[in-house]
């Protein structure tokens, strides 16, 4: 894994960004000095990111959970002699639960 598996190429120029600021505020150094620290840093990222692999795993394992339940959710029956207006009531209810789990999920995770 890399962390280009984990962040957006946007994202990752915002991160890299963010790391130059933090680096600039705690050292007092420039932002060509910055640069060049991270520069130096990318070949040792791997060595940190693989202690995070089992827990990316085990939230890519509930992220799957996550889905299932709401794909399962959907996929319950509804009597016959229900109407439409309780069907629709009734996703609106899995989607507005699972949308918020998920949420939750990722600014937390």
């Known amino acids: 894994m890399t962390l280009n598996d984990l962040v957006t190429e946007a994202e990752y120029g915002d991160v890299l960004?963010?790391?130059?600021?933090l680096l600039k505020e705690t050292y007092c150094i420039?932002?060509?000095?910055?640069d060049s620290v991270v520069n130096r840093t990318l070949d040792n990222v791997d060595v940190f990111l693989d202690d995070y692999i089992p827990y990316i795993q085990s939230l890519k394992t509930?992220?799957?959970d996550l889905r299932e339940t709401l794909d399962e959710h959907l996929k319950q029956a509804v009597d016959n002699e229900h109407t439409l207006q309780l069907k629709m009531t009734n996703d609106a209810a899995i989607w507005l639960a699972y949308e918020c789990i998920r949420r939750f999920c990722k600014r937390n995770f």
């Open 17 to 21: 960004n963010g790391v130059k600021d």
């Open 30 to 34: 420039t932002e060509h000095e910055a």
């Open 62 to 64: 509930i992220q799957g």
